[in-house]
Nanobody, 115 residues
């Protein structure tokens, strides 16, 4: 088991910022690829940002230039810095760990952006 604990969600006005954190337990974090997904009401879960174990990053087009994924292997934590938030960013955000055949999801954290 590699529990993933997300934090940092909340309510923010459009144009504001939030930073999500996802802390992992266990010793596999530094070898893991980490993702942030989100799921809005009535929509499918979508991949928002990816960071490889080596630090390479990818983003969905809708958040490029606004969101930044990063990781601190010493703290077993991945972050998602979200700037210039829009109402359409409202969703439950989940972190996801992949290491070889191992796959784990966090419990999710709600992000609500008001217009």
């Amino acid at each position: 088991q590699v529990p993933l604990v997300e934090s940092g969600g909340g309510l923010v006005q459009a144009g504001g910022s939030l930073r999500l954190s996802c802390a992992a337990s266990g010793s596999i974090f530094s070898f893991s690829d980490m993702d942030w997904y989100r799921q809005a009401p009535g929509k499918q879960r979508e991949l928002v940002a990816h960071i490889s174990s080596g630090g390479s990053t990818n983003y969905v087009d809708s958040v490029k230039g606004r969101f930044t994924i990063s990781r601190d292997n010493a703290k077993n934590t991945v972050y998602l810095q979200m700037n210039s938030l829009k109402p359409e960013d409202t969703a439950v955000y989940y972190c996801y760990l992949a290491a070889g055949p191992l796959r784990y999801w966090g419990q999710g954290t709600q992000v609500t952006v008001s217009s």
